[in-house]
């Protein structure tokens, strides 16, 4: 293996020494706006804050929050913003990447980011966008074996107030501690800067270090003095065994990298939960990390888990039980990793909902009281909430009695827990009403197309693929429904969550025998032989009826939707299509894992896909919403999807919004805009 | 000496390139676009067989099934190669545009192993599946000929 660290730090000091005055002019120009003023001298003294003009964590602040109170760029202006720099990541690797889904950090006037097929690390400075150093590991076989291989979601920034640290984990899953100075290793720290992470383990990884299946692709949430690391592993809709790695959560020292702690996401013999899984399958299951970001609240010294689901995303024959921490939100001590509490979100998981969006936390006022909360967004588009000390839920939880399925060998749980509120901000299951309506020929070739599957509510069980019928359960949520990896937004002034959700991104669970050699599982996903076509598509048309995205404002006061709008122009497919020629059709929006920015006044995201719209070109949109009303209030074109979540900091007296782009034939791109220069305007 | 000729050589394609990317996207941010070609030839005009859509149906479940699934409706890390999202961010981009990307991209994890004709048909199987027809003849992996074909949403 080999590392490289190219550092620019002559040619940054040129450039800081001109950001100075830039920064004053700004300073003397923008007197009368509310932005901090942010120096670029480097380390700062902490703590650093959003409210600092700060983007210090991956989600803004280790709560998941994702929230800016930064107020320069409003509804007057959004769509006066400009490109402020660009910066394309395609020789950050062997070749272009494709899908950049990173969030940067910025402290101190320097921003930070992976980007690239390696998940280099740049930092760059935030007012121009150059580069400051890159810091890049070339892995080898370990890392094109990776289970989550390229860009990554972000990383990680430390400091002690003397010194600071970027920590991010590579494609081969090894954290790696940088001097957020130059890219340098920190020697001190692990060996030579790297803690092997298939190393550091209770249970070894198999079948070796190079191509045994484990990684994570989110930032590292660095809580106090503690670095905490995910689990991620292949996709388990057809793995090749019914036995696995797993996904054991880890706490690491961040001046040192020693290990601190190991929570088992699958309790060992002895441990609470380890007789959920029935037959002695805890000592076969394995997967159960946590693949998205890890929330920590710092005060409280305490770290929630949104935990994935175990190995077999659709059959779980091979481990009837409740399969705790399968699909739950565990809260663990931040100091010692022991559990607090813990809520299984699905029991006895075969839907792949896994919890797929970071917990943010929310200290709310319910019926005068207050509460210190943990809210949960999920594929199933439904808001869980939680007492995040004591783990009680914050509104009534009703068991759902849920339909027995009939796959051979599999273990039903007869019911599941649904909160009475807040009410369910997406689809999730599928009835003949989800289905294509815009005229009565197309209702009919969309029933039509449906009857080849299982429908029903949320919770309806896989089935047996049959060729004649049916090919498999259809649902929404489980691929990309709901709210995914992006998650979602919290304004602590207001209390108001911003969610984004997807209603049609159709789901086929059908199980069918793994060809001979492929796997030692009874069944994985797939259809029957024989089947012909069985997509989800009507003429080219979605077989879901819109809104196909939305973003909903929740007020977590009273668990009230306060208003839910589509998110992003109907689609070309849509909007073009023959057989709605004269027919008005409202805004549809658009499916797609969306993360969304909450600042003083908006909300903020682009669209997940690619539309032509004239006047403006080819491409997508940067959206600004008022965030009280939910009323569009601006938009600016982006040449390509919004792939990673906005995010938003302030420097020389000016606001950020930067967004990374890719997808299609466009490489990943981080883009930010400002608005004009006063002088300019 | 030599060295510095290369050198200049280099400098001067590395400026090319940065100079026509950077024009390609300011075209792509401008709020106009050109006029298209009036007799280009598109994937409406039944550019791939039949018989090339089955090879390539063979071949995306041996490759590409496992991540995209067998209804192209993608998963968590891979995306959908059918609905409104493949085909908008498709939509205007020419054939070969497709090859290189799937080329040069896929699979994650050994990019570059499969050959041009293999993913020719399994483009010819990704028309099929989205609903473009198909012809007498097959398509062809020649980058100047896959140029010529534009990859368009809307029938023309």
Known sequence: ?681 | MRSRRVNAVLVLVVVTLLTASAASVDAMMSWSRGPQHQRERTIWDSVYSAEQAERGDSAYKQLCARCHMENLAGSDEAVELTGSAFVGSWSGQSLADLHDRIRTSMPTDTPGVYGRQQIVDVMAYMLRYNGFPAGAAPLTHESDVLREIRFLARRP
């Open chain 1, 1 to 681: 293996m080999t590392f490289a660290s190219v550092s620019l730090v002559p040619c940054r000091r040129r450039v800081l020494s001109h950001s100075s005055v830039a920064f004053a002019l700004g300073a003397l120009s923008l007197g009368a706006l509310s932005l901090a003023s942010v120096g670029v001298a480097q380390p700062a003294p902490g703590p650093f804050t959003t409210a600092g003009g700060e983007w210090p964590s991956h989600t803004g602040d280790t709560r998941g929050t994702r929230y800016s109170p930064l107020d320069q760029i409003s509804a007057a202006n959004f769509g006066s913003l400009e490109v402020a720099w660009r910066f394309k990541t395609d020789q950050l690797g062997p070749r272009p990447e494709y899908k950049l889904e990173g969030t940067p950090l910025v402290v101190g006037g320097v921003l930070y980011t992976t980007a690239g097929t390696r998940r280099a690390v740049v930092a760059l400075d935030a007012a121009t966008g150059e580069m400051l150093w890159m810091h890049s590991e070339n892995e080898g076989a370990r890392g094109a074996a990776s289970p989550r291989p390229l860009s990554g979601r972000g990383l990680a920034y430390w400091s002690d107030g003397k010194s600071a640290r970027i920590l991010y984990v590579t494609p081969g899953y090894r954290l790696i501690a940088l001097d957020a100075k130059t890219g340098a290793r920190i020697p001190s720290f692990g060996v030579n800067g790297e803690v092997d992470l298939k190393k550091e383990v209770d249970d070894p990884i198999l079948p070796d270090l190079e191509t045994g299946e484990i990684g994570y692709q989110g930032a590292p949430t660095v809580a106090r003095d503690v670095v905490i690391i995910g689990a991620a592993f292949r996709e388990g809709g057809a793995p090749k065994s019914y036995r696995n790695n797993r996904g054991d959560i880890r706490g690491f020292d961040v001046r040192t990298g020693k290990r601190l702690w190991t929570f088992h996401t699958i309790p060992r013999k002895g441990e609470f939960g380890y007789d959920t899984w029935l037959n002695g399958s805890a000592e076969s299951a394995g997967n159960t990390g946590v693949w998205t970001q890890i929330t920590a609240d710092e005060e409280l010294g305490l770290v929630y888990l949104p935990v994935e689901s175990p190995t077999g995303d659709y059959y779980g024959g091979h481990r009837p039980g409740n399969n705790l921490f399968g699909e739950s939100l565990v809260c663990i001590d931040l100091r010692t990793g022991k559990r607090k509490w813990h809520y299984q979100i699905v029991r006895h998981p075969i839907w792949d909902f896994d919890l797929a969006a970071a917990p943010i936390l929310a200290d709310i006022t319910v019926d005068g009281a207050l509460i210190k909360s943990v809210a949960l967004p999920t594929k199933q588009g439904i808001l869980y909430m939680f007492d995040r000390v004591t783990g009680k839920p914050v509104w009534p939880m009703e068991e759902r009695e849920v339909e027995k399925g009939e796959v051979p060998g599999e273990w039903y749980a007869p019911t599941q827990p649904i909160p009475v509120k807040p009410l369910a901000y997406a689809r999730n299951g599928v009835t003949l009403d989800d289905l294509i309506d815009f005229t009565p020929a197309l209702k009919e070739a969309g029933i039509a197309a449906a009857s080849k599957f299982k429908l029903g509510p949320i919770y309806t069980p896989p089935v047996l693929s049959q060729a004649e019928g049916p090919l498999a359960t259809f649902t929404n949520g489980p691929t990309n429904g709901g709210s995914n990896w992006p998650g979602g937004s919290y304004d602590p002034e207001t209390h108001i969550i911003y969610l984004s959700a997807t209603n049609a991104s159709p789901s086929a669970l059908g199980l069918v025998t793994p060809a001979k050699g492929a796997s030692d599982m009874d069944y994985v996903r797939g259809f029957a032989p024989g089947a012909g076509r069985a997509g989800f598509t009507v003429q080219g048309l979605p077989l879901l009826k819109p809104p196909y995205g939305t973003i909903s404002a929740i007020n977590l006061d009273n668990g009230e939707i306060v208003w839910q709008t589509p998110h992003g122009e109907t689609p070309d497919a849509v909007r073009n299509h023959e057989a709605l020629k004269g027919l008005a059709i409202a805004r549809t929006g658009q499916a797609g894992s969306v993360g969304t920015l909450v600042t003083k006044t908006l909300v903020i995201a682009g669209d997940p896909e690619v539309t032509t719209v004239a006047p403006r070109p080819r491409g997508a949109v940067l959206r600004a919403y008022d965030k009280m009303s939910g009323k569009e209030v601006g938009g600016v074109p982006l040449p390509a999807p919004q792939s990673g979540s906005p995010m938003t900091y302030a420097v020389n007296g000016r606001q950020y919004l930067v967004v990374a782009v890719s997808g299609g034939p466009y490489s990943g791109e981080y883009i930010a805009f400002r608005l004009p220069a006063p002088s300019t305007r």
